[in-house]
């Protein structure tokens, strides 16, 4: 019985962490994109203000990955550009 409530404590305790690990890797990532989309297309010659990708940045700033994450790897790829790895919510 030791055993078993020892183990629910574990898997208790564990269950945050994974958490955080998983949202820190979405926020490394789209820190990723970001850094790229201001690098090679929002500081490209005759390029216009995109607000939506200016959203998703600021998104990804606060946090907010889920939604910022699908944005910038959609305006990468219509410039053409290969993404670091893909995105898996």
């Known amino acids: 019985?030791?055993?078993l409530i020892l183990l629910f404590m574990v898997l208790?305790?564990?269950i945050?962490?994974?958490l955080f690990a998983a949202s820190d890797s979405d926020k490394t990532y789209c820190e990723e994109l970001s850094a790229?989309?201001?690098r090679y297309i929002?500081?490209?010659r005759g390029r216009r203000f995109?607000?939506?990708?200016?959203v998703a940045m600021e998104?990804?700033?606060k946090g907010n990955t889920a939604a910022a994450i699908p944005v910038?790897?959609?305006k990468l790829r219509q410039s053409g550009f290969s993404l670091p790895k893909e995105f898996t919510p």
């Open 50 to 54: 995109d607000v939506e990708a200016n």
């Open 36 to 38: 790229l989309y201001r």
């Open 72 to 74: 910038l790897e959609r």
């Open 1 to 3: 019985m030791k055993r």
């Open 59 to 61: 998104d990804c700033k």
């Open 42 to 44: 929002e500081d490209a």
């Open 16 to 18: 945050p962490v994974m």
């Open 12 to 14: 208790v305790l564990a």
